[in-house]
């Protein structure tokens, strides 16, 4: 079974502090893909990242970086230098890989972010 | 570029009444998913379809029903409403063989 934990259920940091957002997975798929979605206040999911399972190497855009870590089922996601806008419901999710048929998506639970001025 | 549209982008209905939430994936997209995420809940998978043909199911309630047509666009149809049906209703589209669903803005059902 898949699965995705996201423990942090809220976070609240004052702005231009670094924040990292954890996410626990389990899958039994050797190739499987991870990602990170934003969903603002507005409610549509924002793409941010897609990793491939057999791709480690950490990934920084911008303010953003994400270390994914097999040894330990992890797939985190930093922020610095926090901003405002950054405040959003930030989702974990794991997907396989099938290609004679669909795949769908599993959601962690999701991690609201506040920034405070 | 074309993203996923979906409509109606809010509809308000009553207990017991039917729904019909529609969805056009991005063009060449030939799979399509449907999602359902409640008040402070996460996206859940509902169902999909690859090829017009039902590729995979989730926990959709037998009051739902979806298809996906010649042209690819799809629509969830909702039957008896109840109150916790009360949801925003995403759809994602994905071309076979690519990995990276598209999602689109959503539906927001609200029933009263």
Redesign the interface.
Known sequence: AQKVTQAQTEISVVEKEDVTLDCVYETRDTTY?LFW?KQPPS???V?LI?R?SFDEQNEISGRYSWNFQKSTSSFNFTITASQVVDSAVY?CAL?G?R?S??????????TRLSIRP | AAGVIQSPRHLIKEKRETATLKCYPIPRHDTVYWYQQGPGQDPQFLISFYEKMQSDKGSIPDRFSAQQFSDYHSELNMSSLELGDSALYFCASRLAGEHEQFFGPGTRLTVL
Do not use: M, Q, T
Request: glycine share 14%; charged share 15%.
């Open positions: 893909y979605y409610g549509e999911l793409f897609r491939n989702f997907s890989v290609y048929s669909a795949s769908k998506i599993i959601f962690g639970s999701g």
